[in-house]
């Protein structure tokens, strides 16, 4: 068969060489370390809140300064109130999150080994996580009041849907090759589980963790809108009937600060628990 | 000698899809078998029921007790430093000196404690033999254990399990489709298509074999017409 193949003029338009001109650095020229680069942005929208505060274009009503916003955390840890507020929140987020965190456990490995758990179960979550968890204050305040009991159920509640997700989705993704050949080697039920199963599963449980915990924060968030007496929260909702914007303010930045920590937390976790996916060579 | 492996009528069929026909076959003590034949022929099905990973059959098949095999990839578990690979499921505490000792024999007691990811191809399946090894099986199976190494390695690990099957004297069934690795190592060569063993040669040359000798190219050029393989290397180097 003969084709009359058009020219192509594009190659022929093209050099037929060109050059590779290096971009390696050569020394000599000062580059800015990325570390500074990278602070540069949040420091200079911090500077520019300080200066729209500071010149009146950003008035207090709206937005405090964040001079007004450090004197107030420096006031209320002196005189208690932010540091007790803390551990109130701080418990109910412990609590919500030790009870959810069981739940999603049980659940994704009774689900995780056991067809019949499968069965059972996985279609149930499937169902429940369509239903949005905010959603649920009113139902939980119908249910159990509005004492401490909706708050620390809505953090579990929070906490179990991407733990138990990704739990689940760690155990069924174990290579069944390596299943076979532990098997081979002689492992039973409880070997499997403990010494090929788990571990595979660890690093996607590992990755729900850091979710579970960022919307343990973001439910307690809500949690606390709901009749709260201590905590964040309460101290948020008060400041607001006073329209004290730097507590508010504070507040969030608490928030913020305490959901970066568990994130770091998790980090360091990771990476104390996963040094066998890293590429060095050995021990020495 | 007594046979290790007694295989009567086995059958396996997948949905309907007969795989495995009436299959006898006898393997003897010590005995090292190479088991060829096309991709979907069988061999590896043949394989995995031998393993006892697979229990759906007809038939019968008798197998020792102590067995152990070694794949194509050598599925080590990537969280257990390599020692720990080779002593895992063996009854007791993880025993490290038994696992430097089966390190040592295939020539990697260096690696015991480092992560398996950090092995080349070569090394890991150097682990996966000492981890099959020191079960001291009676029968070893290998599902193409050099298939995915590259030939220089492969020609190196090949000698190397020549030389741990006359050490341990343990029968030795190696699925592969390399018909000259089926030569270099195997005392009887079975073809297999379409689920039965269809021929069967008992390679009686001496050991080390010599792949340039006469009798092992005459040999070569059987088991490739079996296959249904012809060569004609007419002016091309190979």
Known sequence: ?284 | MADSVEIRGLSRAFDGNTVLHELDLDIREGEFVALLGHSGCGKSTLLRILAGLDEEIGGEVTVPARRSAAFQSPRLLPWLKVWRNVVLGLPGRPNRALAERALAEVGIADRASVWPKTLSGGQAQRVSLARALVREPELLLLDEPFGALDALTRGRVQQLVAELWQRHGCAILLVTHDVEEALLLADRVLVMDEGRIAHELTVDLPRPRDLTAPEFVSLRARLLNWLGVTRTLEGTPS
């Open chain 1, 1 to 284: 068969m003969t084709t009359h193949s058009p020219p192509l003029p594009t190659t022929l338009d093209k050099p037929a060489r060109i050059t590779i001109r290096g971009t390696a650095k050569t020394g000599g020229r000062v580059t800015i370390p990325r570390s500074v680069r990278r602070a540069a942005g949040p420091v200079g929208l911090v500077l520019l809140w300080f200066l729209t505060s500071a010149t009146g274009v950003l008035p207090e009503s709206v937005l405090a300064s964040p001079v007004d916003v450090l004197k107030q955390a420096v006031e209320l840890t002196r005189n208690g109130e932010l540091p007790s507020a803390i551990a109130a929140s701080g418990r109910r987020a412990a609590t919500g999150f030790l009870i959810g965190a069981t739940i999603a456990l049980s659940l994704s490995l009774l689900a995780g080994l056991f067809r019949l758990g499968e069965d059972v179960i996985d279609s149930s979550m499937g169902m429940f996580r369509a239903i949005p968890w905010v959603g649920l204050i009113p139902l939980f305040i119908v249910w159990f009041g509005i004492e401490e009991t909706p708050k620390i159920a809505l953090v579990a509640l929070g906490v179990t849907y991407p733990l138990y997700f990704n739990i689940y989705g760690g155990i069924r993704s174990t290579d069944s090759q390596l299943v076979e050949a532990a098997r081979m080697m002689g492992l039973g039920r409880l070997g499997l589980i403990t010494y090929v199963i788990l571990p595979s599963a660890l690093p996607g449980a590992l990755v729900g963790l850091r979710y579970a915990l960022s919307t343990a924060w973001l439910a307690l968030v809500f949690a606390e809108q709901i009749n709260a007496d201590a905590g964040l929260g309460y101290l948020m909702s008060n400041a607001q009937q006073y329209f004290r914007t730097d507590v508010i303010v504070l507040c969030l930045v608490v928030y913020a600060l305490l959901g970066l920590a568990c994130d770091f937390a998790v980090r360091i976790l990771s990476r104390r628990l996963l040094t066998w996916r890293a590429n060095f060579e050995g021990e020495a």
